[in-house]
């Protein structure tokens, strides 16, 4: 065994054993969890550590605009200078359903923050020339998805995005068609269970 090849493993004995005993993303998990969670009516975003006890991660700043299932976010980053950045994700209402949510990543060249835009039902996105489309296409199921990835300043940050179909969603109110229809069933069933105990006195024979 040559020189280099027992310090390269010397190296990576050592990053594996800062990652077991810091945290930090040598691990193999991330810094920091982004996490936009989109199972109510109102967008919900969460930054926490991708270790217990791990640094805090930075602050979000939330731009006008933000309201209902739209939420559009900067996240201050360090590299600097940096190329420009915009990716893109679209999350369907099940296999091979329509678009339902779309998250947009841009950052301008030598810009300090990464922008965030989310917008669900429907997802109202333009997206810019030149935008990558991220793959493999993901569909709703009511767990958070991975949905972008960076690194940045020695820091992997990690995108989760956590929504269902829209019919499903907490909050959602049924269309009046809907309870309409529901209204005249459950009357109907009344109706029939009504006549019925009409017809025969009470613990009588069926």
Do not use: C
């Not at 054993?17 to 920091?32: D, H, K, N, R, Y």
């Not at 939330?62 to 600097?80: K, N, R, Y």
Request: charged content about 15%; aromatic content about 8%; glycine content about 12%.
């Amino acid at each position: 065994m040559t020189a280099s090849v027992k310090l390269g493993i010397a190296i990576l004995l050592a990053l594996a054993l800062v990652g077991a005993t810091t945290g930090e993303g040598w691990a193999g998990a991330p810094t920091f969890l982004v996490q936009i969670d989109d199972l109510t009516d109102t967008v919900i975003l969460t930054l926490s550590p991708g270790f217990p006890g791990g640094p805090l991660p930075p602050t979000p700043t939330i731009l006008p605009g933000s309201v209902g299932e739209f939420l559009h976010f900067t996240l201050p980053l360090h590299d600097l200078p940096a190329p420009s950045l915009a990716q893109s994700r679209d999350l369907f209402e099940g296999v091979g359903g329509p678009v339902s949510d779309r998250i947009l990543f841009t950052r301008n060249v030598a810009s300090p923050f990464l922008d965030v835009q989310f917008a669900s039902d429907p997802a109202t996105i333009p997206l810019p020339n030149g935008v990558v489309i991220l793959q493999p296409d993901l569909a709703e199921n009511g767990f958070f998805q991975t949905v972008f990835s960076l690194i940045d300043g020695g820091n992997l940050y990690e995108f989760q995005v956590r929504s269902d179909l829209a019919s499903s969603e907490r909050g959602d109110v049924p269309a009046p068609a809907t309870l309409l229809l529901l209204g005249s069933g459950l009357a109907g069933l009344a109706g029939v269970a009504a006549r019925r105990g009409r017809r025969r006195p009470f613990g009588g024979p069926r």
